[in-house]
């Protein structure tokens, strides 16, 4: 499975801005990690990743890029074409946990400038791609080189990170993409690794395994099989009182996420296996179709993982109290599953640090991470909140309803996140956010959804049924 070739353009035919003398530390290539690395590259600094990881491992999921970053792609030669290598191309249908259709079958759009535009892609297969891309630009990439402690040097003007094979890496500044969990956190924020994570209140059933084993069953490779639909793949989201169901396929994977309520702890892992009964149990409780169940039963054991979808409020700062240290995609504001837009946003963030960076230069390196900080945060936070208002649109047991809910919500992802340009934001507005800062002059952010005005929030009060969206500001479609 995810055996692609890529095949990239000579290095010469990518635009590259003027050399800074940047020294820049990614720590963790992820995809926001991978990402943010190539863009700093383009725009002239000096750029090294470190990872943990010894490889990239298939398990995770099907991710949503939309046009934000598709567009961005064109600086890159090759690496859209690589992207739409990998897309899913789907057809979306919704059904009820009966199998009754609530939407019937629908090409996603993909085109660049479609406010609804966007390619599904497996979070692996992406990370690869970026990896192979960073490679071919030149730039060094440690494998199994995991970030013990951050620190930063004042006086040094530098920051820095200590791993677990006993080095110390340094640069001018240090990116820390290396996730939820990421001990970034205890200089940033001066808080343990748990920091406030919070149960969401729901856990996801996951798994991927090759569509061969499914598609034994003539009734399965009917259902579920892409090659019948007019798309190289096939996405249905299934609904029920207690949960829902997203099952993505293509000519060689089935990968699915079944949400259930799960009261537990905010423990983060996802190796985390499951055990069939314990997916069969639940299923029972809804009295899931039987495709869905024998979808299940066909998932070998060892492919099941248990996912508790923990949640962190929006963190308002992401820098170290220097600003050499900084924090990016998943270390800076985690998103629930149903958001559809967290690789998104950590990708934009790249795009956003990378240009901020250029227009700095070195001298100014702590306040281009403040300004980046700042162009940032409230967009990722409405971004997030997202995340709580889709997971509603798919629970639910009657189908008039559900259909009302996809009318009333409007799409998963609105054209105030897909037709954004996080570069063109940055140059036309990073002066005004310096005045801002340093004199404190008025600024207001207009990458959030247009006429909304921005309050704090915490997840809360979605917990506790308290968010008052009727009052919800600003068009979110």
Known sequence: ?????????????????????????????????MFAAINCYQKGHNVRVLEAASGFD??????????????????FPGLREGLEQLNLDAVYQMFDCKGEMVLPPKKLPIGAGNPYGGMNVHRAA???????????????????????????????????????????????????????????ANLIHNKGLEGQAKSSGYAIFRANYPAELAYKKPKLFERFAARKLPGKGNMQVWSAANGYAIIQTNDEIVNFHIARPDPGGATERWDQKARGD??????????WDSDIRDLAEACPEEALFDWKLVFRNPKPNWVSPHGRVLQLGDAAHTFLPSSGNGATQAMEDG????SCLQLAGRDQIPLAARVHNKLRFERTSCAQKMGFKNRERF?????????????????????????????????????????????????????????HEY??????????GNADESNETGNWR
């Open 1 to 33: 499975m995810l055996d692609y070739k890529f095949t990239f353009p000579p290095v010469s035919t990518i635009k590259r801005y003027p050399l800074s003398n940047i020294d820049v530390l990614v720590v963790g290539g992820g995809i926001g990690g």
């Open 58 to 75: 298939i398990n995770g999921g099907f991710i949503r890029i939309v046009g934000s970053v598709i567009d961005h792609l064109e600086r």
């Open 126 to 184: 992406l990370q690869r791609l970026l990896y192979e891309y960073a490679v071919h630009l030149g730039i060094e990439v440690q494998l199994n080189v995991k970030a013990t402690r951050y620190f930063e040097d004042e006086k040094a003007r530098k920051g820095g990170v200590k791993t677990s094979n006993d080095e110390e890496h340094v640069g001018d500044i240090i990116i820390a993409a290396d996730g939820i969990n990421s001990c970034s």
């Open 278 to 287: 314990a997916l069969r149990a639940y299923l029972d409780q809804d009295e």
């Open 351 to 354: 795009i956003s640090l990378s």
């Open 395 to 451: 629970v639910g047991s009657d189908i008039e309803a559900l259909k009302a809910k996809q009318m009333l919500l409007g799409p998963v992802v609105g054209s105030w996140i897909t037709l954004h340009d996080s570069e063109q934001y940055v140059y036309e507005n990073y002066g005004k956010c310096v005045n801002h800062l340093l004199t404190d002059a008025p600024f207001a952010n207009t990458n959030i959804p247009p006429g």
């Open 455 to 464: 309050k704090p929030w915490c997840m809360d009060d979605f917990l506790s």
